[in-house]
């Protein structure tokens, strides 16, 4: 059984901001987390970073919705950061070679 997937916005100031993701990430629930990413990418906003400490489980939908929100990175010029990567979701980015397309660090505090 899946984990509900739950957030928890922590607004560094006025441009950076960190979103910590609890729960699984799979085709029923990336949506909801595509609906909390994408008002963060604004032109102000720095840095987005995502902290998934405690997901357990992504599958490729939601790999697909944080590609998504590296596009909307780049394309408002801000960093996007993903944080504290489970060992499961690790072998995910790995697996895809993604591992080298993101900013990845261990952590989910903001710089």
């Known amino acids: 059984?899946?984990?509900?997937?739950?957030?928890?916005?922590?607004?560094?100031?006025?441009?950076?901001?960190?979103?910590?993701?609890?729960?699984?990430?799979?085709?029923?629930?990336?949506?909801?987390?595509?609906?909390?990413?994408?008002p963060l990418f604004t032109t102000k906003m720095q840095e987005v970073r995502v902290g998934l400490n405690h997901v357990d489980f992504m599958d490729s939908s939601g790999i697909a919705t944080l590609v998504e929100g590296l596009q909307w990175s780049r394309l408002t010029g801000g960093r996007f950061v993903?944080?504290?990567?489970?060992?499961?979701?690790?072998?995910?980015?790995?697996?895809?070679?993604?591992?080298?397309?993101?900013d990845i660090e261990g952590g989910d505090t903001a710089a």
């Open 82 to 102: 993903l944080s504290g990567l489970s060992d499961n979701v690790k072998d995910v980015f790995s697996l895809a070679k993604l591992d080298t397309v993101f």
């Open 1 to 38: 059984m899946h984990k509900t997937l739950k957030f928890e916005r922590d607004d560094q100031d006025e441009t950076h901001v960190l979103l910590r993701v609890t729960g699984d990430v799979t085709i029923h629930s990336s949506t909801r987390l595509r609906e909390q990413l994408k």
